[in-house]
């Protein structure tokens, strides 16, 4: 499951983005100015959002990271609030914790704190896993809570490792690397031992969500120089300069994010 490809097959219009309200403008593709293929709408379609709020119904599902679980909690707002009548949700935004709640007939999604500084080394990252992974272990009561633990979201920003060597890293790419195996300097290998190697010792079952592969091949979904900086979107200066702008780490929605809810849903 982990190392397969997003797919490529054609989709029909799609209904749910048009009735969707949650999306920010940071990660919204704008695939009819682009002229982006549709592949885009895949994973969003695929997914079964009565299954996903059935299996959550009076629980509450936290997304806790980095601005790329926000992204993946964002995606897993938008594919089910589209089924639920608009008196029936209501969406909260704040800086560090943004709720969606679902009243009377569902739980809550929310994304927790942020993390506050980008651990670079092997070791450092095994001291705050550690942490992480003993907090887990003293807290969490396994008969009533599951825990999951997304693996590493590649970045593309060097080009010239799927072939190019005009440094604008991920910018006007519209197509995956079809190269089997692929793996940039993006997802570091090393970090991915750690996690192994920490979670085989924990006594609370973690389920890992291993995304890094599949996401690896996605070099055309990230959004790009339609990105957000500093609370704005980018202006026509920045959109000019994709080599310094290009925003190569988050993905547009849909897209990837929405595979990676895709299996979070398998696993439920």
């Known amino acids: 499951m982990f190392r397969g490809r997003t797919t490529n097959k054609g989709v029909r219009e799609n209904k749910r983005?048009?009735?969707n309200r949650t999306l920010v403008d940071e990660v919204r593709c704008m695939l009819s100015q682009?002229?982006?293929s549709k592949v885009f709408w895949v994973e969003a379609l695929i997914f079964n959002p009565e299954l996903a709020l059935k299996k959550l119904r009076g629980k509450r599902l936290l997304f806790a990271g980095d601005s790329l679980q926000r992204n993946q909690w964002e995606s897993f707002v938008c594919m089910v609030e589209w089924t639920i009548p608009p008196e029936k949700k209501s969406m909260k935004r704040g800086k560090v914790r943004s709720v969606f709640k679902a009243k009377n007939r569902w739980g809550s999604f929310a994304n927790g704190e942020e993390?506050?500084?980008e651990l670079d080394t092997p070791v450092a990252y095994k001291i705050g896993l550690k942490t992480w992974a003993n907090w887990i272990d003293s807290t969490i009561n396994p008969n009533k809570t599951r825990v999951f633990f997304t693996t590493i979201s590649p970045i593309h920003t060097r080009s010239e490792e799927w072939g190019k060597e005009d440094r604008l890293k991920c910018f006007n790419e519209t197509k995956p690397v079809m190269k089997k195996k692929f793996w940039g300097s993006?997802?570091?290998k090393k970090m991915m031992s750690v996690v192994a190697g920490v979670l085989k010792?924990?006594?609370v079952p973690v389920t890992v969500l291993n995304i890094t592969q599949l996401s690896?091949?996605?070099i055309d979904a990230h959004s790009s120089i339609?990105?957000?900086t500093g609370g704005r979107l980018s202006n026509d200066e920045e959109k000019a300069d994709p080599g310094h702008h290009a925003d190569c780490v988050h993905w547009c929605l849909p897209g990837v994010p929405d595979t990676w809810n895709q299996i979070f849903l398998a696993h439920l």
Do not use: I
Request: no cysteine.
């Open 17 to 19: 983005e048009r009735m």
């Open 216 to 218: 690896e091949y996605r």
């Open 115 to 117: 993390g506050y500084a």
């Open 186 to 188: 993006g997802s570091d």
């Open 201 to 203: 010792k924990m006594k």
């Open 34 to 36: 682009l002229g982006l």
């Open 226 to 228: 339609y990105t957000e």
